[in-house]
């Protein structure tokens, strides 16, 4: 009972102080808001409704439960521009890519300058050939760069999709506690998490799928698909609150990094590796038992 009268006392007091007090409203409304939204989450998985219409809802309803890091492109995936490159190889580099904007880099993919812009590329590089006649040559690609946005990996969905808002931008790159980047994040990335997959015709489709089912209804599964998708695409509900991609789940599980040809059980399916490259399972087949 004295124990209990102590934390009173020390939370009236708490409540005293204007900072204080204001942080424990914030969490309270915080915490409010959470019910509610699992209540609406229980109610909207329970009820009669359109698959696409459910994963858009929980979609929405989970952007301020989940942060940055679970769905941003790790940085194995970025594409950047050496800033010591010639000019001509940074312009096929530019013309050749699939992306609008890349990261600068010089020594070390750690060391990033800055964030080029195709479209700012292409009004220098016709600025120095036909305005000045300066010549290719003259392109100095970090003067082109704009300032690099960074951003923490355990920013929440909802608030870094606020702040691209508020910035006018959409395009951040992930950081760790340490400062070493992480990937890379952008609006569409947040924007599919609600709506799905969002292709156009400069996106790269992979030359083997990220989900195929096999004859003997198996399922191929790329190592790096996010279990987030994967439940979304197939209505599963395996856990992801100890890894962000199929192939992090099989490590965790299995707590070692597997060999092709294994096969391990849990959470109702059968996981087996079939495509290891160094370190990473960039292939497996999945079958519900």
Known sequence: MTGFLLLVALIALALTIPP??????????????????????????????????????????????????????????????????????????????????????????????????????????????????????????????????????????DEQMRQFLKRRTHFALVVDEYGALQGLITLEDILEEIVGEINDEFDVTPKGSTLTRTETGDYLVDGAMTIRDLNRALDWRLPDEEANTVAGLVIHEAQSIPNEGQAFSFHGFRFEVVQRRENRLSRLRIRPL
Request: charged share 35%; proline share 4%; net charge neutral.
């Open 20 to 157: 204080v007090r204001h942080r424990l409203i914030t969490l309270a409304r915080r915490f409010d808001r959470r019910d509610k939204a699992d209540a609406l989450r229980s109610d909207i998985l329970g009820g009669p409704m359109l698959k696409e219409n459910r994963d858009r809802l929980i979609g929405a309803l989970d952007l301020d439960q989940r942060t940055v890091d679970e769905i941003m492109r790790h940085r194995r995936q970025i594409e950047m521009i050496d800033a010591g490159s010639t000019p001509d190889a940074i312009l096929t580099q530019i013309l050749a890519s699939p992306h609008t904007r890349l990261p600068v880099f010089r020594d070390s993919d750690e060391n990033i300058l800055g964030v080029v812009h195709a479209k700012d590329v292409l009004r220098e590089v016709d600025r120095l050939v036909r305005g000045e006649g300066e010549g290719l040559a003259a392109l100095d690609i970090v003067k082109v760069a704009m300032k690099p946005y960074f951003v923490p990996e355990t920013t929440a969905l």
